[in-house]
């Protein structure tokens, strides 16, 4: 079964930092592009970052870029996302999604359920 | 960045009504455009790829058309189990963004 499961979320003050962690399994996770793709509550979602499938393409949304990394382990089969200077307004529940190719350029054909980060103080 | 209108932001529709949701792309992005379904506290699920692909598993009642800057998702006849909110997606640079989203509700 294909199966993505998010990890690392919690409550986090303004101004620290959180890495997230994706488990990929039931597929060749170094054929795939991954994403992270977040949903403050109540709102619609936004594209955070993606990876092709060699860590060679990388793309940032423009609020996070700066402050998120994205990377990828594909002998662990997960992605990772760490996410420095947090702010209020990145609260939000964070999936993590796999792409329908291996560049990042594409569909997300499988979601995670995702792992909620609140940040306040 | 490439600014994705969806609408109606909601829509309300009785069983077997056919329902239309466009998604309007703020410059060309060719057909480099998916459509997602996501229910009411769970994951997005992909239902079409590249405009018009019914993706692997999903009923024929769902369809999407268009390219460049103009885009249709339509559900032929809406059944009790399609309340969801749908959003639209182009991939064509860098930056990927979504729609707004459009809630489906029972009439």
């Known amino acids: 079964e294909v199966q993505l499961v998010e990890s690392g979320g919690g409550l986090v003050q303004p101004g620290r930092s959180l890495r997230l962690s994706c488990a990929a399994s039931g597929f060749t996770f170094d054929d795939y592009a991954m994403h992270w793709v977040r949903q403050a509550p109540g709102k619609g979602l936004e594209w955070v970052s993606g990876?092709?499938?060699?860590?060679?393409?990388?793309g940032y949304a423009d609020s996070v870029k700066g402050r998120f990394t994205i990377s990828r382990d594909n002998a662990k089969n997960s992605l990772y996302l760490q996410m420095n200077s947090l702010r209020a307004e990145d609260t939000a529940l964070y999936y993590c999604?796999?792409?329908?190719?291996?560049?990042?350029?594409?569909?997300?054909?499988?979601w995670g359920q995702g792992t909620m980060v609140t940040v306040s103080s | 960045d490439i600014q994705m209108t969806q609408s109606p932001s909601s829509l309300s529709a009785s069983v077997g009504d056919r329902v239309t949701i466009t998604c309007q792309a703020s410059?060309?992005?060719?057909?480099?455009l998916n459509w997602y379904q996501q229910k009411p506290g769970k994951a997005p699920k992909l239902l079409i790829y590249d405009a018009s692909n019914l993706e692997t598993g999903v009923p024929s009642r769902f369809s999407g058309s268009g390219s460049g800057t103009d885009f249709t998702f339509t559900i032929s006849s809406l059944q009790p189990e399609d309340i969801a909110t749908y959003y639209c997606q182009q991939y064509d640079n860098l930056a990927l963004t979504f729609g707004g989203g459009t809630k489906v509700e029972i009439k």
């Open positions: 990876i092709s499938w060699n860590s060679g393409s990388i």
């Open positions: 410059q060309d992005i060719s057909n480099y």
């Open positions: 999604a796999k792409g329908s190719s291996g560049y990042y350029l594409g569909a997300f054909d499988i």
